[in-house]
């Protein structure tokens, strides 16, 4: 049976954290929280912990609502990062000069012998790449091979994408998304969910064109640039002439002398920037205004301050809601 969260409400004197919140997630499987700090993912995951009163909705297990029962019979084990301390002490049982090889033992010990419900809040952010793959593999293993209902909040989506299954995308205390972290990043469906599922290119447009044309027409605010966008449901595209946000990644624009104009969202731009990342580059651009991130496997021959041509292909453009 999944853990069942309806409705989940709960505020701080005249401050809302959590309005609404909804979602289920089931056994054997790992359900990632992703939001930015304050978006109220350390209240969520106390309020299903039971830490402290909920001001109103349900948690729901095998029929029966945990709000009920006391937080010490729920069968709810909880770890954060200050517990974990980057496997330097987990749970306070090891001393800090202790191998890695001795704490990765000791987490996974924790993990085994954890309740049925497993609640991990932050607890990677200090261990470094091995060790954090480390435990990912073990909470893998305790999801899967016990059936546990694993729930794992962070605010680095590529943690969220390396281990769960199934994520949602909180941002105010609300609920703005529900997908596999390979959905909501390819398909954010609003802003927030596209700021942080990872990079991203998002820029303000007016729409020109009927809500019946093949391909919606924008008019960027910053440069001025005519730019179609993906095909999209009527009720995504808003009124004309109002502002909307577009957005593109940044592995999704090309520098091509090729394309055609102007259906290929051909802009002539300038290279202000390049950045090392390892087997990438991003390259900054700036085309009268209009700013962009590409991200490329190889740099050969550009340099800041070249000019050469960009194309952002029509159905990599995103219209998103706010």
Avoid at 185 to 193: I, S
Avoid at 271 to 293: H, M, N, Q, R, Y
């Amino acid at each position: 049976m999944p853990l069942e969260v309806t409705k989940l409400s709960k505020r701080f004197g005249n401050k809302w954290v959590l309005r609404d919140v909804e979602f289920a997630a089931g056994e054997g499987r790992i359900f990632g929280i992703c939001g930015a700090t304050g978006s109220g993912k350390t209240a969520l995951l106390n309020s299903i912990a039971g830490a402290g009163k909920i001001s109103g909705g349900s948690i729901v297990l095998d029929d029966q609502d945990l709000t009920t029962v006391k937080a010490k019979e729920r069968g709810i084990t909880l770890l954060t990062d200050r517990e974990t301390s980057g496997l330097l002490g987990v749970i306070g049982l090891l001393p800090k000069d202790s191998s890695g090889e001795r704490q990765l033992k000791a987490f996974k010990e924790t993990i085994a012998d954890s309740g049925w419900i497993l609640l991990l809040d932050e607890p990677f952010s200090k261990m470094d790449k091995h060790l954090r793959h480390e435990c990912f593999l073990a909470v893998r293993r305790a999801a899967r091979s016990r059936d546990r209902i694993v729930i794992f909040a962070s605010s680095d989506f590529d943690q969220i994408a390396a281990l769960a299954d199934e994520t949602a995308i909180l941002s105010g205390g609300n609920i703005r998304q529900i997908g596999t972290p390979q959905e909501i990043y390819e398909n954010p469906n609003c802003v927030d969910a596209a700021q942080l599922s990872g990079d991203n290119n998002l820029f303000q447009a007016r729409r020109v064109t009927s809500v019946d044309d093949e391909l919606p027409k924008f008019h960027t605010i910053d440069g001025g640039h005519r730019i179609f966008a993906q095909r999209t449901k009527k009720s995504r595209l808003g009124a004309i002439n109002q502002n909307m946000t577009l957005a593109i990644r940044p592995e999704q624009i090309s520098m091509s002398m090729g394309a055609s104009f102007p259906e290929d969202n051909l802009l002539r731009a300038v290279v202000t920037g390049i950045g090392f990342c390892g087997p990438t580059s991003l390259v900054e651009f700036d085309a009268a205004g209009l700013k962009f991130e590409v991200r490329v496997f190889k740099i050969v021959g550009l340099n800041v301050g070249d000019e050469c041509m960009i194309g952002l292909p029509p159905h990599r453009i995103l219209i998103l809601k706010d």
